[in-house]
């Protein structure tokens, strides 16, 4: 598989109503435009691990600093208290 790097994770949130969400600031080489991943699969990965997820919802915002930030919430699934502050984002290019 070929990928591409959206981002770092900042930070994860679980939450009961949103469900699980990656925050993290768009890498300065990823088009916006890119971020059509609703509905597709994405790679976290660490040194170790290489986690596969399913997108629910893609959020953009702007950061004080003018930076975008991106939220991607993500399907329900047990392997996301795995995903840790400083994995990589990729996604999946078919």
Do not use: H, Q, W
């Amino acid at each position: 598989m070929v990928y591409k790097k959206i981002m770092n994770v900042g930070l994860t949130i679980k939450d009961e109503k949103r469900g699980c969400i990656i925050i993290g600031g768009v890498d300065n080489k990823f088009p916006l435009d890119g971020l059509d991943i609703t509905g597709k699969n994405i790679i976290v990965k660490s040194s170790t691990n290489e986690l596969n997820f399913k997108v629910k919802k893609v959020d953009i915002s702007t950061s004080i600093a003018g930076k975008i930030n991106v939220g991607i919430v993500l399907f329900d699934s047990a392997e996301f208290n795995k995903v840790v502050s400083g994995d990589e984002v990729l996604k999946v290019l078919e």
